[in-house]
């Protein structure tokens, strides 16, 4: 292109004179006229763009040199960076919200980010423009626009080592992650070093490991609760039919005797009552739109069928006859040509966020899904949090409390060791089994408290609970299942 | 430590400024500053490298 070499410098220099005042320098003017203060990274945020507006006066100085333009691409590179993780702290928040005060309608972070990628989209402008001559045509001697970027960058620089040295102090101290507004007062000015503090991580609180039910001590006798009452299995019965994969959820429809089973390999078995006889099967595509992590739940709402996986994501499925096998080829994987996907979908919670859970009930009395977040290490609580069924939102959610009549067995221990992998809701009352200490929690959903707490000894890798009359199956792993008789009198309408 | 590093800035850009033949230790010094803001950026995000967002 035939672009002289010197309205190239030219067009670099002024772009380094509006890099250096306006985030650089204009930074300064925001602390001395609205006590703006940056964070420790919003510092090197602007540290940053001040390094490549310096880049740009080498360039300007000396020429094009390949170590240059490469200290730019890296500077700009890392810069996009820091402006993705430090605005995550804050994009996913509400509308308005973020950390200090926005700029033209953007909070500061945000724009850093911008700009470091206007600055990777200027070099390849550069290098475009460049000519093929190892810089010989390269101005020898700055011209006055050159001379004056230069020292206006002396001056921009000498201004933000005075508000660093205020606000962040001399070295050793460094910026802050919550700093005060900025005074020239300097009884005002905080400095410290608790940016040290914490330990390394790299994913920080998502560092949440996915559940496996299989690794969890089963005996009751090590949990939380001493010594629970215990609740014998008076029976066993098998899924006799064979599944594609393992056993991960179960639920019993009373109204047609039906089961739901879901596998952690994405299949789908509607099953008679005998358990013994396959109605309606699909493989769901888990890869298709909402990514869908092994099943871990299953729920009967009328006749539509919602099975949940891990991640919280969903499918609501309908058996029908009529369905377009053809239309239908997009979300199964295979499927014996009567069901349909109604939906997918993704649970949001609050409390329960960056948890996984491996349990789903339906409370038809609220017309609410519940779910039970899985502890981890990162986030020790037990979440119990309920959905509304007419737009699957989050309509309430509690971490229970210990019923009056139980205590734990120190106080080092708590609700959130238990693992609930299983769920039922009815009558007000929501049966929880955990795997973990393998354990029944009986909880109040009105009160939400526990009220009781019962040890089910000789139970194997549980996964899933379900109702059906007086009786709670146990669903493992292996497809068999083991009969308890439900806690307290029940009958079909009263409350417990 | 960002004071530090904006006094090294400034010392750099005085070099190129009035100082041109010592281009070598201007760049030296630019280095230098661009590992530093490197480095006090990730002591800021220690707790956590990657952006917390889902990945």
Not at chain 1, 23 to 46: E, F, K, M, S
Not at chain 1, 104 to 127: D, E, N, P, R
Not at chain 1, 451 to 477: D, T
């Given at each position: 292109?035939?672009?002289?070499?010197?309205?190239?410098?030219?067009?670099?220099?002024?772009?380094?004179?509006?890099?250096?005042?306006?985030?650089?320098?204009?930074?300064?003017?925001?602390?001395?006229?609205?006590?703006?203060?940056?964070?420790?990274?919003?510092?090197?945020?602007?540290?940053?763009?001040?390094?490549?507006?310096?880049?740009?006066?080498?360039?300007?100085?000396?020429?094009?040199?390949?170590?240059?333009?490469?200290?730019?691409?890296?500077?700009?590179?890392?810069?996009?960076?820091?402006?993705?993780?430090?605005?995550?702290?804050?994009?996913?928040?509400?509308?308005?919200?973020?950390?200090?005060?926005?700029?033209?309608?953007?909070?500061?972070?945000?724009?850093?980010?911008?700009?470091?990628?206007?600055?990777?989209?200027?070099?390849?402008?550069?290098?475009?423009?460049?000519?093929?001559?190892?810089?010989?045509?390269?101005?020898?001697?700055?011209?006055?626009?050159?001379?004056?970027?230069?020292?206006?960058?002396?001056?921009?620089?000498?201004?933000?080592?005075?508000?660093?040295?205020?606000?962040?102090?001399?070295?050793?101290?460094?910026?802050?992650?919550?700093?005060?507004?900025?005074?020239?007062?300097?009884?005002?000015?905080?400095?410290?070093?608790?940016?040290?503090?914490?330990?390394?991580?790299?994913?920080?609180?998502?560092?949440?490991?996915?559940?496996?039910?299989?690794?969890?001590?089963?005996?009751?006798?090590?949990?939380?609760?001493?010594?629970?009452?215990?609740?014998?299995?008076?029976g066993w019965e098998r899924i006799g039919v064979p599944l594609y994969g393992a056993l991960s959820g179960l639920a019993h429809d009373p109204e047609t005797d039906r089961y739901l089973a879901v596998t952690?390999?994405?299949g789908v078995y509607l099953l008679d009552g005998t358990l013994a006889r396959t109605l309606h099967h699909v493989?769901?595509?888990?890869?298709?739109?909402?990514?869908?992590?092994?099943f871990a739940g299953a729920a009967f709402l009328g006749d539509t069928l919602a099975v949940l996986?891990?991640?919280?994501?969903?499918?609501?499925l309908r058996a029908?006859?009529?369905?377009?096998?053809?239309?239908?080829?997009?979300?199964?994987?295979?499927?014996d040509?009567a069901m349909?996907?109604?939906?997918?979908?993704?649970?949001?919670?609050?409390?329960?966020?960056?948890?996984?859970?491996?349990s789903l009930a339906f409370?038809?009395?609220?017309?609410?899904?519940?779910?039970?977040?899985?502890?981890?290490?990162?986030?020790?609580?037990?979440?119990?949090?309920?959905?509304?069924?007419?737009?699957?939102?989050?309509?309430?959610?509690?971490?229970?409390?210990?019923?009056?009549?139980?205590?734990?067995?120190?106080?080092?221990?708590?609700?959130?060791?238990?693992?609930?992998v299983g769920a039922v809701?009815e009558?007000?009352?929501?049966y929880?089994l955990?795997?973990?200490?393998?354990?029944?929690?009986?909880?109040?959903?009105?009160?939400?408290?526990?009220?009781?707490?019962?040890?089910?000894?000789?139970?194997?890798?549980p996964v899933g609970l379900a109702a059906r009359g007086p009786q709670l199956l146990a669903a493992q792993a292996d497809g068999r299942i083991a009969v308890l008789?439900?806690?307290?009198?029940?009958?079909?309408?009263?409350?417990? | 430590?960002?004071?530090?590093?904006?006094?090294?800035?400034?010392?750099?850009?005085?070099?190129?400024?009035?100082?041109?033949?010592?281009?070598?230790?201007?760049?030296?010094?630019?280095?230098?500053?661009?590992?530093?803001?490197?480095?006090?950026?990730?002591?800021?995000?220690?707790?956590?490298?990657?952006?917390?967002?889902?990945?």
């Amino acid at each position: 292109m035939a672009v002289s070499q010197r309205r190239v410098r030219d067009a670099l220099t002024w772009l380094v004179i509006a890099l250096t005042a306006v985030p650089v320098g204009g930074a300064v003017v925001l602390a001395l006229v609205h006590g703006d203060t940056p964070c420790i990274l919003c510092w090197a945020q602007r540290t940053s763009m001040a390094l490549i507006a310096l880049v740009g006066l080498f360039i300007v100085r000396y020429g094009p040199r390949p170590r240059y333009l490469g200290t730019v691409v890296l500077l700009a590179t890392w810069g996009v960076f820091m402006g993705l993780r430090h605005s995550s702290l804050h994009l996913a928040r509400d509308i308005g919200q973020g950390f200090s005060a926005p700029f033209f309608g953007m909070h500061t972070y945000t724009w850093a980010g911008l700009i470091h990628w206007v600055v990777l989209l200027s070099i390849g402008v550069l290098l475009f423009l460049l000519r093929e001559d190892r810089g010989e045509s390269w101005p020898k001697e700055p011209g006055r626009a050159s001379r004056f970027a230069m020292g206006l960058f002396v001056v921009v620089a000498a201004a933000n080592a005075f508000q660093a040295l205020a606000t962040t102090g001399p070295p050793p101290f460094m910026g802050q992650a919550d700093p005060v507004r900025f005074s020239l007062d300097p009884r005002r000015w905080v400095w410290g070093n608790e940016e040290l503090a914490g330990r390394l991580s790299l994913r920080g609180s998502w560092t949440v490991p996915e559940p496996d039910a299989a690794d969890l001590d089963p005996d009751p006798a090590h949990g939380p609760l001493p010594a629970p009452p215990e609740l014998p299995i008076t029976g066993w019965e098998r899924i006799g039919v064979p599944l594609y994969g393992a056993l991960s959820g179960l639920a019993h429809d009373p109204e047609t005797d039906r089961y739901l089973a879901v596998t952690d390999r994405y299949g789908v078995y509607l099953l008679d009552g005998t358990l013994a006889r396959t109605l309606h099967h699909v493989t769901v595509d888990p890869g298709f739109s909402i990514d869908l992590s092994p099943f871990a739940g299953a729920a009967f709402l009328g006749d539509t069928l919602a099975v949940l996986s891990t991640n919280k994501s969903y499918a609501l499925l309908r058996a029908d006859s009529t369905a377009d096998e053809a239309l239908e080829w997009r979300h199964f994987r295979e499927t014996d040509g009567a069901m349909r996907e109604l939906r997918l979908g993704r649970f949001a919670t609050v409390r329960a966020r960056q948890m996984y859970v491996l349990s789903l009930a339906f409370d038809p009395s609220a017309d609410e899904l519940i779910t039970v977040a899985v502890p981890s290490p990162r986030h020790r609580r037990l979440v119990v949090s309920r959905f509304a069924r007419g737009d699957l939102m989050l309509s309430s959610e509690f971490e229970p409390r210990l019923g009056a009549d139980l205590t734990l067995g120190g106080d080092d221990r708590s609700l959130a060791e238990y693992v609930v992998v299983g769920a039922v809701a009815e009558d007000g009352l929501l049966y929880a089994l955990s795997a973990a200490y393998s354990t029944l929690l009986v909880i109040d959903l009105g009160e939400r408290t526990v009220r009781a707490a019962y040890a089910v000894p000789g139970l194997e890798q549980p996964v899933g609970l379900a109702a059906r009359g007086p009786q709670l199956l146990a669903a493992q792993a292996d497809g068999r299942i083991a009969v308890l008789e439900r806690p307290g009198a029940w009958s079909p309408t009263a409350k417990e | 430590m960002e004071f530090l590093n904006f006094v090294l800035i400034a010392w750099t850009a005085w070099l190129v400024w009035r100082r041109p033949d010592r281009e070598g230790r201007a760049f030296g010094l630019l280095i230098v500053s661009c590992l530093l803001m490197a480095l006090l950026f990730l002591v800021g995000t220690h707790t956590s490298f990657v952006p917390g967002i889902n990945l």
